[in-house]
């Protein structure tokens, strides 16, 4: 996967500052759904428990891209890969992935998943050219333990 950055794309650890452009990005961003599992202290505590693997791109002190990594011990996961629509086809998002999997990789992680909405053939078509390969022999199934804020 290659891995070279605009030159004029900054990339660097995503910390909470990060969070209110992030946010922006996110719901900005066609196929990414933000919930109440994206609140502040949610997202928070995240980058606490997988320090080093979340990462967002800056063009002039502009968020332009965000990916929040992270992994349980021994799958990679990778949450709301965002780039700005005006960004795209820059290579930025491919940079943000590669320095994702290249941090999972020096944690012994030998396989990393991501979820794409089914109704976004252009996010399958980016993953695929990166690489990655679609899965249809599993079902996603999911269990609200807390009521949704």
């Known amino acids: 996967m290659p891995s070279s950055t605009p030159q004029d794309v900054e990339i660097r650890e995503f910390t909470m ?8 990005l996110w719901q900005a961003t066609e196929g990414i759904t933000v919930d109440s599992s994206d ?8 980058l606490d428990r997988n320090p080093g693997l979340s990462f967002v791109a800056c063009r002039q002190g502009r968020l332009v891209a965000a990916v929040l990594g992270g992994y349980d011990g021994r799958r990679g996961l990778l949450h709301h890969v965002a780039v700005a629509s005006r960004e795209r086809r820059r290579g930025i998002g491919t940079a943000l992935v590669a320095r994702c999997v290249r941090e999972l990789r020096t944690r012994g992680v030998l396989r990393c998943h991501l979820f794409v909405n089914n109704s976004n053939p252009a996010a399958v078509a980016f993953w695929k050219n990166l690489g990655w390969r679609q899965r249809d022999d599993l079902t996603m199934m999911s269990l609200d333990i807390l009521p949704s804020a």
């Open 17 to 24: 500052e990060d969070y209110p452009q992030a946010l922006a």
């Open 39 to 46: 609140s502040r202290e949610n997202l928070a505590r995240f």
